[in-house]
């Protein structure tokens, strides 16, 4: 599926919301398309193989020199990338993109991922293996599909899978499952975590040894549905243009890991005057991709803004927040969604981010990206990343 009228910003999902004006620095990636040709191969998964050796994708008709960095791995498509260091190797946890043929639609269901296969390297830059499938939707006895953006944590020498997926009524839920290596496999609990919902979770562990979930997304990931505190599958309806928007949530988890500890609050962002980010403010606004770390004892929530395709973030000196938006991290990549990870590596900070590369642009088979170095101001704000440095 190569169809290039998908390929602008302006595809997923599109109606009703559509309305939302493109941002200038599209015009990068739409210019990048015009070129845009059908025909390209989806490369075949491999086993548990150096990405030198997989099979290669065919060659994207985009000119690859254009983009800031290039694909992780090209013998699978992968997404969402989550990044984290275990036993002094770098682990990404993300979405296995796959070609189902199911249509594009204002959900996403043609985000009909079945599997997750992790990647892991010695050391940035070094050669990455792709692991065997690490949890399939068939071994996780309440999911029925689309199984989206992971996350993973470490804990007493056990690690621990977090994701969302549909159950049988449609309803987003979030599951974990753990294993005792961190490539897996990861064995599913039975019932998805009592008290979660909508989709995208981020763990993170502060110093103290508590972890966080964040986690939350619009539209398709049905976060709107919960405006009541109650699931309304029937309400699509996101607050009124001069409302807050709705917020992220963030929840401490159990000791045991596969529970909440509390109840989901809301990760309130607010702007430089302190008031919450309104719902119209699409450029600023959460939609998903939640992403939460620490540094020099600020806490950073990174999230997508989604129609508008940035990275952008928010800082607090708690980690429940209120979290004040200070900037975008990561300007708008090929294909619609926008999603990322942050982690230290070798005493530097690195961006793991996706795109579309290796598909010219489908939006939903997309390719985790080599990481680029991140830089902080003195003042703690981190520097703007463009994706597509050249026209
Ligand atoms: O991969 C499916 C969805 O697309 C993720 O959950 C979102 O963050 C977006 O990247």
Known sequence: MNDCTRTTNAGRRHTPWRAAPLAAPLSAAIALLAGCSAGTTPPAASGATPAATAAPAVAAAADPSRYLSQPLVTGLYTADPSAHVFNGRVYVYGSHDIETGIPMDDLGTEFAMRDYRPLSMDAIGAPVTVHDVALDIANVPWADKQMWAPDAAEKGGKYYLYFPAKDRQGMFRIGVASGDRPEGPFKAEPEAIKGSFSIDPAVFRDDDGAYYMAFGGLWGGQLQRWKSGRYDAADDTQPADDKPALSPKIVRLDAAMTGLAEKP?????????????????????????????????????????????????????????????????????????????????????????????????????????????????????MQEINPLPKP
């Open 265 to 381: 609050r809301d990760l309130v962002i607010l702007d430089e005057a302190g008031k919450p980010l309104l719902s119209k403010d699409h450029d600023r606004r959460f939609f998903e991709a939640s992403w939460l770390h620490k540094y020099k004892g600020n806490y950073y929530f990174s999230y997508s803004t989604g129609d508008t395709h940035y990275i952008v973030y928010a800082m607090s000196k708690t980690p429940y927040g209120p979290y004040t938006y200070k900037g975008r991290l990561l300007d708008p990549v090929l294909g619609w969604t926008n999603h990322h990870s942050i982690v230290e590596v070798g005493g530097k900070w690195w961006l793991f981010y996706h795109d579309s590369q290796l598909s010219n642009g489908d939006t939903h088979l997309r390719n985790i990206k080599q990481p680029v170095e991140l830089h902080y101001n003195a003042d703690g704000t």
